[in-house]
């Protein structure tokens, strides 16, 4: 009897990124073996360095010959690789209230957010200006907003599916202290919910953490 082999499942990412995190996590709560392919160099402009993405972003997903950018086509491409994956996560569309539509906007705004506010303070450095502080204020915002809103937002989740705001809002929030520190303490619904999730086998198998570069082969 002719057997397929199942394909080669692979996401292209940090440890370190939020984005790359929701994949991660969710090849785990779907039970899927998908092993990180590191990026290692944030700063490099050839698209090869990103699974092929033009925009220099990740994560991908590789999947056999196919590749998927960005974590949420990647989330997609990787929940169709099992039986029933699809229809097993709550995704950002199938929010119908608007209550649940605005905070999956506000849950991805806030995740671009912190990237801009990383890449502009922490990791080139550069001195506040007008649009980093809007940035900031806009980040600050959506959490607040996301603080006030949570219970009624997440009484809105099928309980029985896994939720992408779920997986989206936790990376974002332990990425906070990871890069970007800012003071919860006023936030005790967000922190709560992070205690909570992070006690998950998908979140604990996940940590944040720099992907350390393989040393240079030594020269025979
Ligand atoms: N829409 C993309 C955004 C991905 C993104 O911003 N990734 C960050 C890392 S967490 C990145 O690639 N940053 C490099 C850069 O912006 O140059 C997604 O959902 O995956």
């Known amino acids: 009897m002719h057997r397929t082999e199942p394909p080669t499942i692979r996401i292209v990412g940090r440890q370190s990124s939020h984005y790359t995190r929701v994949v991660r996590m969710l090849a785990l709560e779907l039970g899927i073996d998908a092993p990180l392919a590191p990026v290692f160099d ?65 849950v991805a705004h806030a995740m671009a957010a912190q990237v801009e506010v990383v890449f502009h303070e922490i990791v080139s450095k550069r001195p506040p200006d007008a649009t980093s502080r809007k940035r900031r204020e806009s980040l600050l915002g959506c959490l607040t907003w996301l603080n006030a809103h949570l219970d009624s937002i997440r ?56 992907d350390a570069p393989p040393p240079e082969a030594t020269q025979a």
């Open 155 to 210: 009484a809105q989740l099928p309980v029985e599916r896994i939720a992408m705001f779920d997986l989206m809002l936790f990376c974002l929030l332990e990425h906070l202290p990871f890069r970007n520190p800012i003071d919860l303490s006023n936030m005790p619904v967000l922190t709560a919910f992070a205690t909570t999730y992070g006690a998950r086998a998908s979140a604990q198998a996940t940590p944040y953490r720099f």
């Open 42 to 106: 944030l700063m490099s402009t050839d698209p090869a360095t990103y699974a092929g993405n033009p925009a220099l972003k990740l994560p991908a997903l590789r999947v056999g010959d196919d590749t998927a950018w960005g974590s949420r086509n990647a989330c997609r491409l990787l929940a169709r690789q099992v039986e029933g994956g699809e229809v097993r996560v709550f995704w950002p569309e199938d929010a119908r209230a608007p209550l649940l539509m605005n905070a999956h906007e506000i």
